[in-house]
């Protein structure tokens, strides 16, 4: 089974131990293959399904939306300083671990940690 990271979201661990899932509703998600899969790893995957287009509930839109408000700011002046921006601010911010804490304690993700 094929499956792209790109297209779930989640956070690493609940409070339980178990990981929560947020499949996007593509048919890759409705698949036999992922369910059979998700089937035999109940124990340690939280599934919690959401529309196909779900911005508003997805914790990596909050990242998304850091980025821009701290990137687009910073007016680079060329394609490559753009990126080279974006990447500091990611490392940065992995090291920032209580603000990417907080893009899963946001209200309308409260799921991800339930």
Known sequence: MRCS????TGS???PDGRST???????LHRSKAVRTWLDSHADHVALHLMPGH????NPAELLNADIKRHVYGSRAPSADDFVHEAR???????R??????????ARHVGYTIA
Do not use: K
Not at 96 to 105: A, K, M, N
């Open 88 to 94: 500091h601010f990611l490392r940065r911010r992995q």
């Open 12 to 14: 690493p661990a609940r």
């Open 5 to 8: 990271r790109a297209s779930w």
């Open 21 to 27: 899932r947020s499949p996007t509703g593509t048919p």
């Open 96 to 105: 920032q671990i209580h603000i990417v804490r907080s893009y899963f304690h």
């Open 54 to 57: 779900s911005p508003e509930l």
